[in-house]
């Protein structure tokens, strides 16, 4: 039963940040303190376009919803989703079933869009972020969003963690073309075999083509944990970096200088990767790695949103 807020009720907002390799959600009270978070598995809304994918983003906000409900039921949600293309009836059933509450108050949007706002107001600056996916972001002062690349992993999506893996594999499998068994003179080859477990060809064949792009982007963590042993995996961390700058460059060009921010797990995966995209930029310009924070955001943007009377 839908619960119609009371005066000695606070009007909690419940944010949501889904990525391809987690979930975060954060529970905000009137004026934007923080009462709970916590995180999930990741998940996309590429995933609702079969079954299976559906089956897993409707148990992934079960578990979101029996981990924050303890700590309030929320009157407003603002989700920020991977890959939301603004169809959002049926997630908006599910949460509002799962929630307790009107699927009227239950708003979606492009995770990029809440992942901007932890950073920036609208109009001023540059968001590259880099997780799974890479893209640049901008919101103008009348609210449109523009981007750079973010147009999936499958095309593009240079400098993140799923392009990071791809470039890994096809570096140590072209080695192995021309001289087979060269990768036990490599750390990286040793730690990515390790990760998708075997050196044969058959294992990385699954681990790439049998599994979502959240799971894949993961081996990031392996190429980035020998990148101060082996200059292949250094030079593909660089060269990530010149992917986040192109980003950041080609929003500069279309709207003028603007101080940038790069944000994202995959460019916390090592220093290296900030410092060629710093190296990159032009000089003066107001540049910083932030943290994050978006399922914070995504709170307090909820809280913010108008209530929807109760049927």
Same mark, same amino acid.
């Given at each position: 039963?839908?619960?119609?807020?009371?005066?000695?009720?606070?009007?909690?907002?419940?944010?949501?940040?889904?990525?391809?390799?987690?979930?975060?959600?954060?529970?905000?009270?009137?004026?934007?303190?923080?009462?709970?978070?916590?995180?999930?598995?990741?998940?996309?809304?590429?995933?609702?376009?079969?079954?299976?994918?559906?089956?897993?983003?409707?148990?992934?906000?079960?578990?979101?919803?029996?981990?924050?409900?303890?700590?309030?039921?929320?009157?407003?949600?603002?989700?920020?989703?991977?890959?939301?293309?603004?169809?959002?009836?049926?997630?908006?059933?599910?949460?509002?079933?799962?929630?307790?509450?009107?699927?009227?108050?239950?708003?979606?949007?492009?995770?990029?869009?809440?992942?901007?706002?932890?950073?920036?107001?609208?109009?001023?600056?540059?968001?590259?972020?880099?997780?799974?996916?890479?893209?640049?972001?901008?919101?103008?002062?009348?609210?449109?969003?523009?981007?750079?690349?973010?147009?999936?992993?499958?095309?593009?999506?240079?400098?993140?963690?799923?392009?990071?893996?791809?470039?890994?594999?096809?570096?140590?499998?072209?080695?192995?073309?021309?001289?087979?068994?060269?990768?036990?003179?490599?750390?990286?080859?040793?730690?990515?075999?390790?990760?998708?477990?075997?050196?044969?060809?058959?294992?990385?064949?699954?681990?790439?083509?049998? $599994?979502?792009? %959240?799971?894949?982007?993961?081996? =990031?963590?392996?190429? #980035?944990?020998?990148?101060?042993?082996? !200059? *292949? /995996?250094?030079?593909?961390?660089?060269?990530?970096?010149?992917?986040?700058?192109?980003?950041?460059?080609?929003?500069?060009?279309?709207?003028?200088?603007?101080?940038?921010?790069?944000?994202?797990?995959?460019?916390?995966?090592?220093?290296?990767?900030?410092?060629?995209?710093?190296?990159?930029?032009?000089?003066?310009?107001?540049?910083? $790695?932030?943290? %994050?924070?978006?399922?914070?955001? =995504?709170?307090?943007? #909820?809280?913010?949103?108008?209530?929807? !009377? *109760? /049927?």
């Amino acid at each position: 039963m839908i619960q119609p807020e009371s005066p000695s009720t606070p009007a909690l907002g419940l944010g949501i940040d889904a990525g391809g390799t987690q979930t975060r959600w954060a529970l905000a009270a009137p004026g934007g303190a923080i009462l709970a978070e916590g995180k999930v598995a990741g998940l996309s809304a590429l995933q609702m376009g079969t079954p299976h994918g559906r089956e897993t983003v409707r148990a992934t906000f079960a578990e979101l919803a029996a981990n924050a409900l303890p700590h309030g039921v929320p009157a407003r949600v603002q989700a920020g989703l991977t890959g939301f293309g603004g169809d959002s009836e049926q997630l908006q059933r599910w949460l509002a079933e799962l929630l307790h509450m009107q699927a009227a108050d239950i708003h979606f949007c492009s995770d990029m869009e809440i992942a901007y706002r932890a950073s920036f107001a609208p109009g001023e600056g540059y968001l590259v972020y880099a997780g799974t996916g890479s893209i640049g972001a901008f919101i103008d002062r009348d609210g449109t969003f523009h981007r750079a690349g973010g147009r999936g992993v499958v095309l593009d999506d240079g400098g993140g963690g799923f392009w990071i893996a791809k470039e890994a594999l096809r570096h140590i499998w072209r080695l192995e073309d021309e001289r087979p068994g060269a990768w036990r003179a490599s750390k990286m080859a040793q730690a990515v075999f390790d990760y998708v477990g075997g050196d044969d060809w058959a294992y990385s064949r699954q681990f790439i083509y049998g $599994q979502e792009r %959240g799971a894949v982007g993961k081996l =990031a963590l392996a190429v #980035a944990a020998t990148a101060d042993q082996d !200059p *292949a /995996a250094s030079a593909i961390l660089r060269n990530a970096g010149r992917e986040l700058a192109r980003l950041a460059r080609a929003l500069i060009s279309r709207f003028g200088p603007r101080p940038v921010a790069v944000s994202g797990r995959a460019a916390e995966l090592h220093p290296s990767i900030v410092a060629a995209m710093r190296d990159l930029l032009p000089a003066g310009l107001d540049f910083s $790695q932030t943290s %994050g924070g978006a399922h914070y955001a =995504a709170a307090r943007m #909820a809280v913010e949103l108008p209530a929807t !009377p *109760a /049927a």
